[in-house]
């Protein structure tokens, strides 16, 4: 008895000291993987036309409390204020459109469907049309994201929809993007090679782009998958080779709180597309991009505009377009107009008000001129660099995410401008989404520029310096 007294007794003196060393490790062990900023741009080392490869939308099938999708028509003069390259919607052919099987022909009522391409156009942009899901009239025991009930009428429908919008005697638009299908991997528990065979999807839609006549140029591509896979990169393109189907772009998805997996999501392409010479090139969209791809409040915070402004700054010049999901969020069912979801605006029925992400994506038309080679990203800060004659511009994001461990409050982030021409500069500091601003002249004397900006967590500054 006196024994597990004592026993009771030390494990009373020792577990508070143990919780304190575990914590202490797991500090150490927080800040051992921290690794502290040090940029430096390379004002010499052009990588390339900037471009704008941010600036692609998607919209996804939400539905407005009259049942009908979600109309963009009451954003166009916002939307056309960010210049969007393109805009992309899924959901075609079981919200958008009604199709009708009569005896093998399909009767397609295209109402809505032309209603929300005319308002992409609008807002500038180029139609990106998600190939999904089926209508109901074909759909194999009821399930709109599974196989068809004839794979011909699945051609039939692809061509319909190609014929209506890009063909001459149709709506005649030029340069639309036909994705097939959304998300096949999670939506229909689509496979490449066995089972529910994607490739078969991706086969007749083919078929029927090939079948075409009298058209516009238009493209077709996919496999629109959640993320990267190797297996259906590798199955995928070794079947397009194979039976040489039509391929134009390669187009998958992305949700992470870290931005940085851009970088190491296109490298796995890459890495697949460089070994088939023939598509090495072929243009990349990341076709739906965002933090999470849950319901959360960050999405109707700052936290997510810094979020966009911080996966700019791993954008490869081969990224032809990353779609920011969505445009506009459906109503709230708990009658709310701030709800977490995905949209850059609220819904009408609560109040249409741009949201923060909205505010970055604004913001970026600040940035031009050529791309700058940057070096020294630290865990949680990055940045984006371009070149006009001699006149330079710096993104400095300091984006945290939600429930990452910070080292400081407050981080003096080392900031270099290497390779400068001697003379004198303006050098101009602007808090993004702030009216803050410091001004000042620079004297170059030894070819580089040194400086230190003071950061706290989700922040991000524009650096203007500029040849007087």
């Known amino acids: 008895m006196k024994r597990k007294a004592l026993l009771l007794l030390l494990l009373i003196l020792v577990l508070p000291i143990s919780i304190l060393l575990v914590k202490q490790i797991q500090d150490w062990r927080g800040?051992?993987?921290?690794?502290?900023?040090?940029?430096?741009?390379?004002?010499q080392n052009s990588?390339?036309?900037?471009?704008?490869?941010?600036?692609?939308?998607?919209?996804?099938?939400?539905?407005?409390a009259s049942g009908f999708p979600v109309r963009l028509n009451d954003v166009i003069p916002q939307l056309s204020i960010i210049r969007p390259c393109f805009v992309r919607i899924d959901h075609l052919f079981d919200a958008y459109t009604k199709v009708v099987n009569n005896n093998g022909n399909l009767l397609i009522d295209?109402?809505?469907l032309d209603q929300t391409v005319a308002d992409i156009r609008q807002t500038g942009a180029t139609p990106f049309l998600s190939l999904s899901y089926l209508p109901s009239s074909l759909a194999k025991n009821g399930d709109i994201t599974g196989e068809p009930t004839d794979w011909a009428l699945w051609q039939q429908l692809v061509k319909k929809t190609i014929e209506h919008y890009s063909g001459v005697y149709g709506q005649n638009i030029p340069n639309i993007y036909y994705e097939v299908w959304n998300?096949?991997?999670?939506?229909?528990?689509?496979?490449?090679?066995?089972?529910r065979d994607y490739l078969n999807l991706y086969r007749y839609a083919s078929y029927a782009a090939g079948s075409v006549t009298n058209t516009n140029t238009f493209y077709l591509g996919g496999p629109s998958t959640t993320h990267p896979m190797e297996t259906w990169l590798s199955n995928f393109l070794t079947t397009v080779k194979k039976e040489n189907l039509r391929l134009d772009f390669i187009s998958w998805h992305r949700y992470s709180f870290t931005p940085s997996v851009l970088k190491s999501d296109n490298a796995l392409v890459s890495r697949f597309l460089e070994a088939n010479p023939e598509y090495q090139y072929l243009p990349r969209f990341v076709t739906e991009y965002g933090s999470d791809a849950e319901n959360n409040p960050v999405h109707d915070s700052l936290s997510d505009a810094y979020h966009l402004l911080s996966s700019v700054t791993y954008l490869d010049n081969n990224i032809n377009g990353l779609f920011s999901f969505e445009i506009k969020d459906s109503p709230s069912p708990l009658k709310k107009q701030y709800w977490g979801r995905w949209g850059l605006?609220?819904?009408?029925?609560?109040?249409?008000?741009?949201?923060?992400?909205?505010?970055?994506?604004?913001?970026?038309n600040n940035l031009s001129g050529g791309k700058l080679s940057v070096a020294g990203f630290g865990t949680?800060?990055?940045?984006?660099a371009t070149k006009n004659k001699e006149s330079y511009q710096a993104l400095v994001v300091y984006y945290l995410p939600p429930g990452a461990y910070a080292p400081f409050s407050l981080e003096a982030v080392p900031l270099a401008f290497l390779n400068l021409s001697e003379g004198n500069y303006s050098f101009r500091q602007q808090k993004v989404f702030t009216n803050e601003e410091t001004t000042s002249t620079e004297s170059v004397t030894t070819g580089s520029l040194y400086k230190v900006l003071p950061m706290t967590p989700n922040s991000a500054y524009l650096i203007t310096l500029i040849k007087q």
């Open 47 to 64: 990588e390339g036309p900037l471009g704008r490869s941010w600036c692609g939308l998607a919209q996804g099938g939400e539905m407005s």
């Open 183 to 195: 998300e096949p991997d999670l939506f229909g528990n689509w496979r490449v090679g066995y089972g």
């Open 31 to 43: 800040k051992a993987e921290y690794l502290p900023p040090n940029l430096a741009i390379y004002t």
């Open 110 to 112: 295209w109402t809505l």
């Open 345 to 364: 605006f609220t819904n009408e029925e609560y109040g249409l008000v741009a949201k923060p992400r909205f505010e970055a994506l604004k913001f970026l």
């Open 380 to 384: 949680y800060i990055s940045a984006l």
